[in-house]
């Protein structure tokens, strides 16, 4: 794995987040760790990458998410040239259905 951002304290968050079992866990953990405004924005991220993904166009994602389409464009960018972590995540997501 090869990354920018790699490095000790990262692992440690990245290893918290791991010890996190619902949905509630991470509901308390995450309002105590972001701002509203970043979980809402990360969660906007996410949600565009799905809508990316089944091919909805980026002024029906930016009428339903509020993003900018700069920044739908970054994640787009992401799932066609990025490490994949939205599409593990995305796909993770679809087979718990």
């Known amino acids: ?39 809402k924005e990360m969660s906007k991220r996410l949600y565009a990458a799905k809508m990316l993904k089944n091919n909805c166009v980026y002024t029906d994602i930016a009428a339903q998410t509020g993003l900018s389409t700069a920044t739908i464009s970054r994640v787009n960018r992401c799932l066609k040239y990025g490490t994949d972590g939205y599409i593990k995540v995305l796909e993770a997501l679809e087979d718990k259905k």
């Open 1 to 39: 794995m090869q990354t920018k951002i790699k490095d000790e304290k990262i692992d440690y968050l990245f290893e918290g987040i791991l010890t996190l079992n619902t949905v509630e866990e991470c509901y308390d953990f995450f309002e105590d760790l972001c701002t509203i405004a970043e979980l």
